[in-house]
């Protein structure tokens, strides 16, 4: 917040009349920039239903000449061209604000007259340092302003900021609890953690209803941030509580991750992007510019963050969503999936919006320290210029081999209770026929070998793809499953090389 004050203040010192801020929190941010004004500067907000309200005692002298004669009710309410027309009248040095100004900007009845309108106030605006405001969750300015707007982006809450409203929180708690203790600086950190990528106001609502008598509700700030989170159009928050030890081979891919996240600097965030090619896909075939968006918008987060990853490619069933699933929940970290599509809306400018949105929340999330795993069954569609983002390189998951299936199907029977003496089947399968197996059993109440009778294997059913795949990946990508570049697949423990369930 200080940065964009202190960025508003030299807009206002060489008169910038139009402003517009990116900002979850308008109240909060107008709060702020109100009480950053000279005790004299006018500030009133303008919404699109209840009209006109001031903002300090200033703007308050300022009401009639922007509502008319009557002063419990506002003309222009529902009328923002209007609003902007007697906005010309305002003194000196007023700053207005216009609230969901997305929503005005791109009306379907006042689209090109709020534009016009907003645009009207430029010169005269600039002539006497008075400011307009629009304030928007996100927004992408349509064409006619771009050049005539300046763009600010409200980040959301930082780590210090987050343990302010945690210690006044608590302070306010100890008043009001009977009895109760102040948090530790150790539940402070884990509080700050567990709001970390909300909005101030949303912070401090969900800090305030988790404080207890004898401590804080963790997991009810988890879980309202998740549902929170699971609001920005694209992003899903991953609750699966899968780990390493649910899963079956990928040894290197394992202690790759071990290293990584065992390591000095681990990082705060795992992204899931699934599907990558298909996304990409679509970029190639969009007219309308919004997948190209979206890209660019994920390239410029990539190298403004230093956010990287890895690509996992392979045949499907190979475990690549599985690995990604459970790296996050190993190590304790909160992952989230990001789904590009999903980000597309039907409005003008709302896919730039909410990609832009999405990108925003997981900054805030992870910051600098974000990694991605992105799963593929193909490459052809995914630019180079993404592929370099993704620095810690391109990881083949292939079929497993024997020394893994074996791996597999211990982990799959002892998670579906499968008996001892029932005999497990033979045959080349992907970790996830292996799976379906063994759930089959466990709801038929059979054998694995009946279960089989009900699976399409998957190198029964798509041979070309795994052929095809590993001609790919021979002696370029690195091998999830052995250490060093893929030089084939693997029959089984050789002499030389590490068992997979070592």
Known sequence: MSKLLETLQAARRVSVPLVAVKTIDPT?????????????????????????????????????????DDPDQDETAADPVEALVRARRVPQGTVLFHLNADGLLYHQQYEFPYQQAVWNLRDLFKRNKRMLILLASDLVLPPRLRDDVVVLDEPLPTDDELSEITTDQDVAACKGIPGRKKMTKADRLRVVEATRGLGSYAAEQAIAMAIRKDGIDLP?????KYSLVEQVQGLNVDREPLTFEDIGGLSQAKRFGERLFGGPHPPSLVLRVEELEKVMGGAQGDLSGTSQDALQTLLNAFEDFNWTGIIAFGPPGSGKSLFSKALAKTYGRPSLSLDLNATKGSLVGQSEQQVRAA??????????????????????????ELRRRFRYGLWF????????????????????KIAPEDETPEGDMSGADIRSVCELSWRFGCRLLEAMDYQNLTQRSNPEIVVESRKKAMGRFLSASYPGVYTGPQAGKQDGQRSFSE
């Open 220 to 224: 009810m700030l988890w879980e309202n």
């Open 28 to 68: 909060a941010t107008m709060k702020a920039i109100t009480g950053a004004l000279n005790g004299d500067a006018p500030a009133v907000v303008y919404d699109f239903v209840r009209g006109h309200q001031a903002l300090n005692d200033a703007g308050k002298r300022v009401l009639p000449t922007l509502m008319g």
């Open 397 to 416: 998951f292939d079929m497993p081999s024997k020394d893994e299936q074996q791996d597999i199907w211990r982990v799959q029977r002892k998670q579906w």
């Open 359 to 384: 990108v925003k929340v997981i900054k805030a999330m992870g910051g600098s320290d974000v990694f991605a795993v992105a799963t593929c069954n193909g490459l052809d569609t995914i630019p180079p």
